[in-house]
């Protein structure tokens, strides 16, 4: 588990708490990344954690960063909340190296947190993590009649589908004629 | 929570996690979801081998999905309308509204008809799967009762248990229900009283699989009409005489031009191999090669589960003078076996040597190799297989 504490909008983060270690330490020291989110928070998280995302993964294998460059260039995920990255951050430690059970009970209840976690996931390209939000995302609808599921997963109408395609055609069309017009503006 | 506002990749993600009663009521939220539905989805309905609507007791009927990943899946039961009930809601489906209702007995919605609209509810339901699996999806009418017509329903074949004695109905009946069915899929037959024949041009001799538990061989007769695929036949009285013309008339090709697979079993006597062997006028590899065994894919998975026909492997074999396809035949005390191979004698022949040949290779590098062919596979190497080897040599 990583602990965080509130970071400034400044190029150096302030000096986040280690994540504590594993009883069985390991043989080879392992070397940490740092993150943040919308909220600047700092995360400090090793890089058998980060290993679930595939994104992040990615981007630390081409890097080589030593420790001091890791913290002064800690991975910025503007898109994503800070109480959301604190959840990413909790799953890929409590299952740093571990297999991934068949279920995962801790995910957010709320159907606000979860549709922001899933987000988040698909974005930090978590497969396992994904696969769960996904599942309870389903189990949300299980029973419900179709009205109930609309309501819950926010499905327009028919008639709503309707009217918002003719909106965004009728939103094309104008924007097609402005760049006419602007283009005939440039050729006179 | 808006599911539109997420990627594709995780909308599919989210829908591969509904099961399928599931999908069904999310259908009905709008056209787009549908489309999504079908898009998403296209692998987990190509799996769908067979969807049945099972008849059972007070007019009820089960919708269920047979999948290469699971044997039944309910998706919607179909009963009477309950008036005491008042928890339904209506779905247009298919342009009728029908009721339905989410209980907790049931892990799967229950369309709700008034008798009067009975068949027009079931079709509507129908052409409503025809609209979200596709129209290449087979479907199958599971029953018992045989005095209530089968609908008429698009890609819809029968599949019928019969049990034939006074107490169930008089044949007039039968044969009416029978008539009144386009596809017959399969006929699972219990005829252990005496009663009238059935006509010669009966359906159930079109059915493409029948099984047939009679005391009399006769009733039905199975071995003069039949025109399906597979036949799976017990007998309390037999004579050997209609066993040898069935086997001629084969091998004429004048009849069971279908027939794949004829499987017979004796209550209680044996066959008598010598007389049938002659009769037929069999033909006999030598004992020193080893047969190839004929075994298929069963048109119709009755109780026992078995998936495949019982293995046949045999140094005899007759030929069909038309087109010189050959069967092998196989006695084994109360049981017969007959299956067509797909193959011209000639072939056939070859395979015995050539399994020969692959014999000595699977003993030596200890491999298991096997030809399928259209009507059967052939096994190259027994040793290896968990079916015992059926003989008219042993």
Request: hydrophobic content about 35%; aromatic content about 10%; glycine content about 4%.
């Amino acid at each position: 588990m990583s602990s965080t504490e509130q970071g400034t909008s400044s190029a150096a983060p302030a000096e986040p708490t280690t994540a504590p270690e594993s009883a069985a330490a390991p043989e080879v020291p392992e070397s940490f990344y740092y993150v943040h989110g919308k909220d600047k928070v700092v995360h400090k998280v090793s890089a058998g954690a980060l290993q679930h995302s595939a994104l992040i993964h990615g981007m630390i294998s081409n890097l080589g960063y030593t420790e001091e460059q890791a913290k002064a260039n800690p991975f910025p995920f503007e898109n994503i909340d800070g109480d959301i990255l604190q959840m990413v951050v909790d799953w890929c430690n409590q299952h740093k190296g571990k297999p991934t059970p068949p279920e995962d009970t801790n995910l957010p209840k709320q159907k606000e947190k979860l549709f922001d976690l899933v987000l988040a996931v698909n974005y930090l390209e978590i497969k396992e993590l994904l696969t769960y939000c996904c599942k309870q995302v389903a189990m949300m609808v299980k029973g419900k009649s179709p009205e109930e599921i609309r309501e819950i997963w926010m499905i327009p109408t028919d008639a709503e589908d309707e009217a918002a395609e003719k909106e965004a055609k009728k939103r094309a069309g104008k924007e097609a004629a402005g760049e006419t017009a602007a283009a005939a503006g440039d050729a006179k | 929570m808006k599911l539109s506002k997420y990627p594709h990749v995780v909308q599919k993600e989210i829908l591969d996690n509904l099961e399928y009663p599931e999908l069904f009521l999310l259908s009905f939220v709008s056209k787009n979801m549908i489309t999504l539905i079908k898009s998403s989805q296209v692998q987990r309905f190509k799996s769908i081998n067979y969807i049945s609507y099972d008849c059972c007791l007070n007019n009820q009927l089960i919708v269920k999905i047979s999948s290469e990943h699971n044997e039944h899946e309910n998706l919607v039961k179909i009963v009477e309308r309950e008036e005491t009930d008042n928890d339904y809601f209506p779905l247009n489906v298919s342009g009728k509204m029908i009721d339905f209702q989410l209980s907790r007995k049931c892990k799967f919605p229950v369309a709700a008809y008034h008798l009067y609209e009975k068949e027009s509810v079931i079709q509507s339901i129908h052409n409503y799967f025809i609209h979200l699996f596709g129209d290449s999806m087979e479907y199958r009418w599971k029953t018992d009762d045989c005095k209530t017509p089968i609908p008429q329903l698009q890609n819809l074949s029968a599949c019928i248990t019969v049990f034939i004695s006074p107490i169930h109905g008089d044949m007039k009946t039968l044969e009416n229900v029978f008539s009144s069915i386009s596809v017959l899929k399969s006929v699972d037959i219990f005829a252990q009283f005496p009663t009238e024949p059935f006509s010669t041009e009966s359906k159930i001799y079109k059915a493409e699989y029948i099984r047939t538990n009679q005391l009399n061989h006769n009733v039905p007769e199975v071995l003069r009409y039949f025109q399906g695929r597979q036949a799976f036949l017990s007998f309390g009285l037999f004579e050997i005489s209609d066993l040898i013309e069935f086997v001629n008339s084969w091998k004429s090709g004048e009849a069971f031009q279908k027939l794949e697979y004829l499987e017979i079993g004796l209550y209680s006597s044996v066959f008598p191999l010598h007389q049938v062997l002659s009769g037929i006028k069999a033909k006999y590899i030598a004992p020193t090669k080893k047969p190839p065994t004929h075994t298929l894919p069963k048109v119709y998975i009755a109780n026992d589960n078995k998936e495949n026909t019982d293995p046949i492997i045999s140094h005899t074999y007759v030929v069909r003078e038309s087109d010189g396809h050959v069967a092998s035949v196989l006695i084994r005390e109360k049981k017969l076996f007959f299956g067509v191979w797909d193959m011209r004698e000639e072939k056939f022949l070859r395979i015995f040597e050539f399994s020969m040949v692959d014999l000595i290779y699977t003993e030596s590098v200890k491999a298991l190799v096997q030809v399928s062919v259209r009507y059967g596979v052939w096994c190259a190497n027994t040793a290896y297989s968990n079916t015992e080897p059926y003989d008219n040599m042993h």
